[in-house]
């Protein structure tokens, strides 16, 4: 059974930054891709970024490039996102992904999902 349980949510006012954790109970945590989605509200929920099991390889949505950050510590079974200049339009409850077919590099799904952490960016 796969568990997921994000952390590190909050209230930010504009150009802020937030770090978001991610503590898996997957076994060979670091054997597989991780991925962040996010939900805002009335919104369809989106895919924001993702990285392989070696960090090697990450990817983005175009509207956070180069702001946000996605990293791993394969030793604390742990995903994070780094949030820097945040928007108010980032705000969204976001949950960490682990997809159900396990590959070393992001697939498109099925996932399992987290609960979700509440980031709110105040303008």
């Known amino acids: 059974q796969v568990q997921l349980v994000e952390s590190g949510g909050g209230l930010v006012q504009a150009g802020g930054s937030l770090r978001l954790s991610c503590a898996a109970s997957?076994?060979?945590?670091?054997?597989?891709?991780m991925g962040w989605f996010r939900q805002a509200p009335g919104k369809e929920r989106e895919f924001v970024a993702s990285i392989s099991w070696s960090s090697m390889t990450t990817t983005y949505t175009d509207s956070v490039k180069g702001r946000f950050t996605i990293s791993r510590d394969n030793a604390k079974n742990t995903v994070y996102l780094q949030m820097n200049s945040l928007k108010p339009e980032d705000t969204a409850v976001y949950y960490c992904?682990?997809?159900?077919?396990?590959?070393?590099?992001?697939?498109?799904?099925?996932?399992?999902w987290g609960p979700g952490t509440q980031v709110t960016v105040s303008s």
């Open positions: 992904t682990f997809p159900i077919l396990r590959t070393p590099l992001w697939n498109s799904g099925p996932y399992y």
């Open positions: 997957v076994s060979t945590f670091g054997s597989y891709a």
